[in-house]
């Protein structure tokens, strides 16, 4: 359960690193309720897996799961370039958020 909330909370990073840049500095209503919003549950999340993960590998999962959504919406929508290096990288850091997860482990 712990993983899902993982990554459930890793997903909601994302939204709000999307939200923020599409807040223009808080000014713009709609996505700034959005970066609130998802900003709290990604919090909560987060502070729910470190409870039974160990720390280091549950954050480093949360920000690789954020990261690579991010970039992956940016590409998407035109807003970051692609590449096959882009691409290539962005297959690593999933590699290694799956390698994290499986030698991750709970703490007890």
């Known amino acids: ?5 993982l990554i459930a909370s890793g997903v909601m990073e994302s939204v709000w690193a999307i939200a923020l840049g ?22 909560l999340g987060l502070s729910y897996a470190v409870k039974t993960l160990p720390t280091g ?3 480093a999962v949360w ?3 954020g990261a690579t959504l991010t ?8 807003a970051e370039p692609v590449s096959v290096a882009r691409v290539l ?3 690593g850091l999933v590699g290694c ?3 994290l997860k499986l030698l991750g482990g709970e703490s007890s």
């Open 1 to 5: 359960m712990n993983w899902l909330v």
């Open 22 to 43: 599409k807040s223009q500095g808080f000014s713009q209503l709609g996505p700034t309720i959005v970066f609130i919003g998802a900003l709290i549950l990604s919090m």
């Open 57 to 59: 590998t549950a954050y």
């Open 63 to 65: 920000v690789g799961i």
């Open 71 to 78: 970039v992956v919406y940016g590409m998407i929508t035109g």
């Open 89 to 91: 990288l962005i297959c």
């Open 97 to 99: 958020i799956i390698g």
